[in-house]
């Protein structure tokens, strides 16, 4: 069935640091593709989206790009800030009307 | 506009008892989706619901049921409940279940 595998974390990076987080899927036909993040005793908020190949996300300065060839949708920033510590988690809009999640990269920011 | 909303914010129950969580989807969605985080994990899919009928049910036992009303509130109950019911239940809105789907806080159950 439908699947997503992301980077186990967790990642630590400095301030102003370049982030990668890696993210493929396994999917029958075309499915959305999500990033969610998750703040401290919060729910999921919609980071970026992107719903077709070669569509690329982006918010807040992260962006990933829908790619076919290597079933991949990696984040990436190009400086992150202490704020953006969080769990992040790689989704996919299954054909089953669910959404199927990875297993969340914790990211922790120190100044 | 108001978000998704979700109610209690947590609950402490024992082993046997049972449950009901409530939703209230965001002003104009029809969709709301179910789903279990249990620590360290990603949410896993419990029940989606589309216009008061199941659209679509994860991998979860009987004992997990819900039910939309007509103004597209939803509850998830759980009977029988056991330890490793304890979890952050989310609750998602969106406007045909076909679109990206907006998170209420949860609620966080746990079961002792």
């Known amino acids: 069935g439908d699947s997503v595998t992301q980077m186990e974390g967790p990642v630590t990076l400095s301030e102003e640091a370049f982030l990668t987080i890696n993210c493929t899927y396994t999917?029958?036909?075309?499915?959305?593709l999500f990033w969610y993040v998750q703040y401290p005793g919060e729910g999921l908020q919609l980071l970026l989206k992107?719903?077709?190949?070669?569509d690329k996300g982006s918010n807040k300065g992260f962006e990933a790009t829908y790619r076919k060839e290597t079933t991949s949708f990696h984040l990436e920033k190009g400086s992150v800030q202490v704020s953006d510590s969080a769990v992040y988690f790689c989704?996919?809009?299954?054909?089953?009307?669910?959404?199927?999640f990875g297993a969340g990269t914790r990211l922790t920011v120190k100044p | 506009d108001a978000g998704v909303t979700q109610s209690p914010t947590h609950l402490i129950k024992t082993r046997g008892q049972h449950v009901t969580l409530r939703c209230s989807p965001i002003s104009g969605h029809k969709s709301v989706s179910w789903y279990q985080q249990v620590l360290g994990q990603g949410p896993q899919f419990i029940f989606q619901y589309y216009e008061k009928e199941e659209r679509g049910r994860g991998n979860f036992p009987d004992r997990f049921s819900a039910r939309q009303f007509p103004n597209y509130s939803s509850e998830l109950n759980v009977n029988a409940l056991l330890l490793g019911d304890s979890a952050l239940y989310l609750c998602?809105?969106?406007?045909?279940?076909?679109?990206?789907?907006?998170f209420g806080p949860g609620t966080r159950l746990t079961v002792l």
């Open positions: 989704a996919l809009g299954s054909r089953n009307n669910d959404m199927r």
């Open positions: 999917a029958t036909g075309y499915p959305s």
């Open positions: 998602a809105s969106s406007l045909s279940g076909y679109n990206e789907q907006f």
């Open positions: 992107a719903t077709k190949a070669d």
